[in-house]
């Protein structure tokens, strides 16, 4: 099947910074990106549809000048999360579908000091 | 995108076939039927999916009844590296929509 990266695979950082996290469709262009979002114990969540060349949508209560998502090839869609606080603590996985199935990346797990 | 009722929790033997039973009833005739997997602390993994017939590969074999209003996702020989949490997931077939992800079936192979 198609294959989708992420990088970083783990991340930590002091509260107030910003991560910036990649994904990366390896083997298709993908001008649609999904980002998800999964706390301990939870399912997925979408926070948000990344869109080549134009601006995402967000999913209702996911703060867009919090997370910013930029999609500015067709295989690469990067999400930043701005001043993280750990409450942003998570794991972030994205994904994309080239075809009838959508594949997930490995996932990034965030921790916020 | 259809509703979907998963058991929340199911235990398999070692060596035993897992039969993962999904409720879609309320499933479209234009909606597929997807089950993914998700092992600890990975992103989701595609199993297998189908719209109308039966489907088989080398992981499992989706059984979809002939009124689509349920299925069973079946794993032959459960191993122990199957325990996780099994999605099954109803979608169109519009490539711009994302998948939604319900609770799952976390199923737990034991030795």
Redesign the interface.
Known sequence: GAVVSQHPSWVICKSGTSVKIECRSLDFQATTMFWYRQFPKQSLMLMATSNEGSKATYEQGVEKDKFLINHASLTLSTLTVTSAHPEDSSFYICSARPGETQYFGPGTRLLVL | DAKTTQPPSMDCAEGRAANLPCNHSTISGNE?V?W?RQIH??????II?GLKNNETNEMASLIITEDRKSSTLILPHATLRDTAVY?CIVIS?N??????????TRLSVLP
């Open positions: 597929y997807y993914y602390s990975q992103g989701p993994q595609y999916h999605y077939g490539y711009g929509q994302n998948f939604v992800f319900g609770p799952g």
